[in-house]
Every structure is written in C-alpha cells, then in structure tokens.
C-alpha cells in the first residue's frame, strides 16, 4: 500500500471525530482572554497594539494550551488503532507499522498547523473588533503575525514528536496524558534556564517569550537565536520520531 493511500485512510478514521472542535477551543479562550485583558488600556494613540495583544495570547497559549491540545489530539489519534483491538488488525494487512506511525503522525501534523491557522484567523478577527472599537489606526501587520504563528508551528514540531512519541509507548491513555502533563507543565521555569535548549516541550514558549523581550527591551531585536536552538531542536525531533516509528505495534508483533 502507498503511503499517499495510508494517509488518505488515516484521514477517513479520524474525519468523524471531535478533533475538530477541539482545536478551535484553545484559540478562543486564549485569544478572547488576552485580547480583553489589553483593550481597556488602549486608546486611540496606542501604538503596537497588535505587538502587544500577539504577545498577551500567545505567552499562555505556546507555554500550555497549544501543548495540552496537541496531547489530547495525540490519545484521539493513536485510540482509533488502540480501540477493541483495531491495532491488530491493521497489522494483519499488508502495511508496513512504521509506515502506519509515519502517517499518523502526519494526521497529527496536519491538526497542529490546523489550529494555527485557527489561532491566526480568531486573533486577527478578535483584534479587528479591539482596534476598531477603541479608535486604534494601527494597519495590520499580517506578515508579522504570519510570521509569528508560523515560528510557533516549527518550534512546536521537536514537542509534537515527543508527545507522540509517549503516547506510543505508554498503553494506558490516562498514562501517557499524565506524562506528557508532567513534562508541559514546567515548561516556562526551564525556559528561563540554560535547559531550555534540550526542553522541546518549551520551544514555542520560549520563542514567544523572546518576542516579548524584544517588544519591551529597546534597541534590542531578534533575541530568539537560531544557533545553537536549531540543530538542537532538528536531533530531538529525529530520535523522538525514530523511537515512535521504530516501537509503534512493537508489542503486538511479538
């Protein structure tokens, strides 16, 4: 079986799920939140109003929204397989296991650039209404945000692999949420250490946590380095998705 078909099937298991609705839950609630909190201190000569209402979503929903739904979307995945035994009977067919991981975890790719656009589209929606209301001229600056969401996209990748990765190696559901919670939660303290660079469950947080740097300290730009963070980041995210692909059935084909 091609892997474009093995794709196309895995979309068709999870097409009836509530995947969907759930990743609009996370970019309204952190979006409505941050916007609100900042529109009572605008008036009509703010000025980086959208720097500003980015940064007040974006800090809470890189450091844990974005996490906990991709963790949830990561069980919904693998329980289609997991579900009365399904799993065995997608290996008795002609298909290659480390195929199957491979493209389940496109699926789950797939839903993390979905709720970035999402994210995208309520803000710009939800920071119109803001500016609009409240006199701000400021234009918008969509390659700004475009740029912004799409840094989020690529830093959650090395954390997305690793939180796939435990879900394929932990049976029970209730284990591998409960671990990979454990491993979101203190994010934003190992962000603020050295740490940060072998964390990728930190990644986005930390790259919204420089833009605000950048937007509050003055003369000073582009704190987010790319050296040493990206062959970092490119190591973790290759063993974390070699050992998912590699244990993926594992147990079930002994």
């Not at 409505?32 to 529109?39: C, K």
């Not at 209301?133 to 989020?152: D, F, N, Q, R, V």
């Not at 998705?241 to 993926?248: D, E, G, N, P, V």
Request: hydrophobic share 55%; with cysteine; charged share 10%.
């Amino acid at each position: 079986m091609r892997f474009l078909e093995l794709l196309k099937i895995e979309f068709l298991k999870v097409k009836r799920g509530k995947i969907i609705p759930l990743i609009f839950i996370a970019p309204l609630l952190v979006v409505a939140s941050g916007v609100a909190n900042l529109q009572s201190y605008f008036s009509p000569e703010y000025t980086n109003a959208w720097a500003a209402m980015f940064i007040q979503s974006a800090l809470v929903y890189a450091y844990y929204l974005l996490p906990f739904s991709m963790i949830v979307v990561c069980v919904m995945i693998a329980g289609r397989e997991t579900g009365n035994n399904g799993i065995l009977k997608m290996l008795a067919l002609p298909v290659s296991r480390y195929a199957l991981s491979a493209a389940k975890f496109c699926v789950l790719l797939f839903y993390l650039f979905m709720e970035m656009l999402v994210f995208l589209v309520v803000f710009v929606i939800t920071g119109l209404i803001a500016t609009n209301s409240t006199g701000i001229a400021e234009t918008l600056p969509i390659l700004y945000l475009m740029k912004w969401c799409a840094g989020l996209f690529f830093t959650m990748l090395p954390g997305v692999a690793a939180m796939w990765a435990i879900t394929v190696l932990f049976e029970k559901p209730l284990l591998s949420v409960g671990f990979n919670l454990f491993l979101v939660i203190p994010g934003v303290l190992v962000a603020n250490t050295p740490l940060w660079i072998v964390y990728p469950y930190c990644y986005s947080g930390y790259l919204v946590s420089c833009s605000l740097h950048d937007f509050t300290a003055k003369g000073v730009h582009n704190s987010f380095q790319l050296f040493p963070f990206l062959p970092c980041a490119i190591l973790i995210f290759a063993l974390v998705l070699t050992a998912a692909i590699t244990r993926f059935g594992f147990k079930e084909m002994r």
